[in-house]
């Protein structure tokens, strides 16, 4: 797995196993989305992933203190929840080690979920869903299930390395963008984002919980967003509203 990144399983996943990564970004779209999938499923912790460079930072949960970047499953889905942002330097050795265990663990396929930043957010009642994907096959299930797929564009951070160190190893995945909020938490994004994922991998989370407690989460979340917007504006995050050069 490399030096730098530890990925530790207290029990093996399933072989075919879709794996899904929420990873901070813009809106914390990816961490609401993946906790509450966690929560409303009620996923069973089986690993976590560690650092010797990550913050010397503790989590608590259920009153016994735990890792900051977990692993869940049940039946044949996955979930890894990041709970701090990955800094720049670490973004290429997290995604080396992420894509290794993918093929390790027999993954079916990775959809990784984040947030679009949308300046026109506080008109929007209900954020669109993008999808960008590794290959083909998951180009099709996009427009399968009725899915936008970016054409071109740039993707930052974590999220983006990933997606394409997945494509070039040829291994199924998709990025799921929620347009949100470029600065502030955005459970209404992960809300939207978790009914794409629904249509795509056949599940039945309900989102209405979330929509219900959008203020509450917003508040709750507000320190893990400032500290991913530190990580976002050191990784060029903002760019991706931003078109490549070569196709302006």
Known sequence: MGDEIQVIEKKKPKKGATVVFAFPDVGLVGPIAGKYIVKGLEMKEIGYITSEKFPPITAVHKSRPTYLVRI????????????????????????????????????????????????????????????????????????????????????????????????????????????????????????????????????????????EKEEEIKVAARDLMRKTQKAMEESAKDQEEEMPLMYM
Do not use: C
């Open 72 to 211: 869940f499953e049940k039946d044949n889905l996955v979930v890894v929840v990041s709970e701090i942002p990955v800094a720049p330097d670490l973004i290429n050795a997290l995604s080396n080690s992420l894509s290794t265990w993918l093929s390790d663990i027999n993954a079916s396929k990775a959809i990784l979920l984040g947030g679009l930043p949308d300046r026109n957010r506080m008109e929007v009642e209900e954020p669109k869903v993008h999808g960008v994907p590794s290959n083909e096959s998951m180009h099709k299930l996009l427009e399968e299930k009725g899915l936008h797929v970016i054409q071109e564009g740039f993707i930052a951070g974590i999220n983006g390395v990933l997606l394409r160190d997945l494509a070039r190893n040829e291994f199924p995945s998709i990025y799921l963008m929620g347009e949100s909020y470029p600065n502030y938490p955005d459970p209404g994004s992960a809300a939207s984002v978790l009914v794409s994922l629904n249509n795509l991998e056949g599940l039945n989370i309900d989102v209405e919980e979330l929509r």
